[in-house]
């Protein structure tokens, strides 16, 4: 369970409805603030202005610890918090989640000095910084509602939100709050940058359509060249790239090497075969909308709070959308491609800690992958059981079995298999192991092959590795009496050998369809079709 130190949380749908009167009699400003902040109701649906205040819980206790006093009118904490509002909005937040224009606009009325005013200002104010805390803290989009597997529990409140709340603003300032609730991590940063970067893009105008009727080959010369060139140029290409001035022999319309080059590095961040050619899926990438990758960025940032809060310098990502996995300690050292769960057979997402790992592991067949691919093959292929090393178990007991007296035209034959150790392994010869209530793990793999494809979306939950000896020694990384001789020996051995980690090191497994790695940005599509209902919710 993680403990916050600093936290404020909102409760959850309940609105808070101003109730104002043009009748009102102005009076002392504390007396004006505690009938504002204490004359509500829940279920009431009036609204002021275009404000729908949803603290009601909190803001109650926030002033009456500070005797009805204003928290924000007059002070420093003022300009601070719309500092951080607007800092929020710069992190993936609409102007609307904080009431922003309707904020503006009472702080102008406050200035009136009218106890009303300045008491109605300071509860909006109040209700907008409690929202910004609570979307950093937790995210603004609750996970469990929208998916029944979610299992990564928020982060507990240790400390009186109120009374932090109000500490704060007497104290160091709003400002100082923040500073200790926004999430530290390089890559959470990368992302609010190149939301900066897109959004300007899209307040531009965008990139325009590029015609997708013909397909668009190295040294064509075709009209949509220059509006190809165009769109690249709108979006920013790598600086190595310099086809901007390449097309002096035949003109803008001609598809010049520098272009090529152009093309394929856009083709690399979007996960497209790197040829240069220009077809279906490749139009398709370049004609979503600047909009529509400002969405995407804002996506992950909120992916990212979920997750990413309380982190050690040093964890792990697994990035299922993109099929690619960091070993971060403060910036990311490592990378390798992966492969990752299949529409039908999705990666789950979670965090956990990696505890050990297992050389030349035994694979003991998942049921459902028993059912769905195991069974047909058997009875297809007598020697399909020997050819790959599978031992038959009884699923009772784990008693072995001889293959021959299963009844295999059986549905339910009472059998397991499990897959000994060696190059036919599914799991190939190292397995990284975050035991979880999914049985989902990293390792290697027998079929090194399908991580030169660009979809990778490919396996039954699980994550294989690239390159795991590599990775393996990061984990180990100085861990006593080890070193690539040892872990050598271990493989050479053929024995199943498990070896616990010093210290284990947490996991993210997350799913992010925009991303920044090296500096550049890499979009891919939504291969779970997770990103339209959580963009829904985010602009709610």
């Given amino acids: 369970m993680r403990i916050l130190n600093l936290t404020v949380i909102v409760g959850a749908g309940l609105a808070l409805q101003l109730l104002l009167h043009t009748s009102l009699l102005a009076g002392p400003i504390e007396d004006e603030v505690k009938r504002l902040s204490t004359s509500f109701n829940t279920s009431d649906e009036e609204l002021f202005g275009d404000a729908k205040l949803d603290t009601a819980l909190m803001i109650p206790r926030f002033y009456e610890q500070r005797g009805f006093t204003t928290g924000w009118h007059g002070s420093g904490n003022e300009q601070e918090l719309l500092t951080e509002l607007n800092r929020g909005v710069d992190q993936g937040f609409l102007p609307t ?239 390798t491609r992966s492969v990752t769960g299949s529409a039908y057979r999705k990666t789950p997402v979670f965090r956990d800690d990696i505890q050990y790992m297992e050389f030349n592991p035994t694979w003991t067949v998942p049921a459902s992958i028993f059912r769905k691919d195991k069974l047909s093959r058997i009875r297809n292929d007598p020697e399909y059981l020997a050819r790959n090393d599978y031992k038959v178990v009884r699923s009772s007991d784990r008693a072995p079995v001889n293959a021959a007296s299963v009844n295999w035209a059986s549905d339910s034959p009472g059998v397991t298999l499990v897959q000994q150790p060696g190059p036919n392994n599914a799991l190939g010869r190292v397995k990284f192991m975050f035991p979880n209530e999914y049985a989902v793990y990293l390792h290697d793999t027998n079929q090194k092959e399908l991580f030169d494809r660009n979809d990778r979306n490919l396996s039954s939950g699980c994550v294989r590795l690239e390159h795991p000896f590599e990775f393996a020694s990061l984990l180990m990384e100085g861990q006593p009496n080890w070193n690539n001789e040892r872990m050598n020996s271990i493989l050479d051995s053929g024995k199943t050998t498990r070896i616990e980690l010093d210290k284990p090191v947490p996991v993210l497994l997350t799913y992010w369809t925009a991303w920044v790695e090296t500096g550049n940005v890499h979009f891919r599509e939504d291969p779970y079709e997770r990103d339209a209902p959580i963009l829904e919710a985010l602009n709610r």
């Fill in 97 to 335: 989640d904080f009431n922003l224009a309707l904020l503006y606009e009472l702080q102008e009325k406050a200035k009136s000095g009218e106890p009303d005013d300045i008491a109605t200002f300071d509860l909006v104010a109040t209700d907008a910084a409690i929202k910004l805390i609570h979307h950093m803290v937790f995210g603004k989009v609750d996970p469990s509602k929208l998916d029944s597997s979610w299992n990564f529990s928020k982060p507990v409140i240790q400390s009186e939100p109120s009374t932090v709340l109000n500490e704060y603003l007497d104290g160091e300032g709003f400002s100082a709050l923040m500073k200790r609730i926004y999430l530290g991590v390089t890559q959470y940063h990368q992302l609010v940058d190149a939301l900066e970067t897109y959004r300007s893009i899209e307040l531009n105008g965008g990139w325009p359509f590029v015609p997708d009727e013909t397909v668009l080959k190295p040294g064509m010369t075709h009209p949509a060249m220059a509006v190809l060139r165009e769109r690249l140029i709108r979006e920013g290409v790598p600086q190595e790239t310099n086809f901007q001035t390449s097309a002096t022999v035949g003109g803008e319309d001609i598809y010049d090497d520098a272009l090529v080059e152009a093309v394929k590095a856009f083709q690399t961040r979007h996960g497209l075969e790197a040829d240069g050619v220009v077809g279906p899926r490749s139009f398709q990438s370049l004609n979503r909308k600047a909009s529509e990758r400002v969405d995407q960025l804002r996506l992950s940032l909120e992916r990212a709070r979920w997750l990413m809060r309380e982190l050690a310098d040093e964890f792990v990502l697994v990035n299922i959308a993109g099929a690619r996995t960091y070993f971060i300690k403060g910036d990311t050292v490592w990378s």
